[in-house]
């Protein structure tokens, strides 16, 4: 499962579904965005490849370049 096609997907569900605000939805597709760029540097082009060391990766990632941890949280939900 490609990173992007399923990110679109998850927007339009935000949207046509649930019916999320603008600004919901800007925000969890760029949370989404942001993540699936760590995992094409870290060479993982499907969210199934995905695991937890590389969320943990991430998470460490964020806080080393000075995210606070509420960010760090919203970006993992």
Not at 43 to 51: F, L, P
Not at 52 to 73: C, K, P
């Amino acid at each position: 499962m490609a990173l992007e096609p399923l990110i679109d997907r998850f927007k339009a569900y935000l949207v046509n579904e649930r019916r999320a605000s603008p600004l919901t939805v800007l925000n969890y597709v760029r949370d989404l965005e942001r993540l699936a760029e760590f995992c094409r540097r870290r060479g993982i082009d499907d969210w199934r490849r995905v695991g937890a060391a590389d969320v943990r990766l991430y998470a460490a990632e964020m806080h080393n370049r000075g995210h606070s941890g509420r960010s760090i949280q919203r970006r993992l939900s």
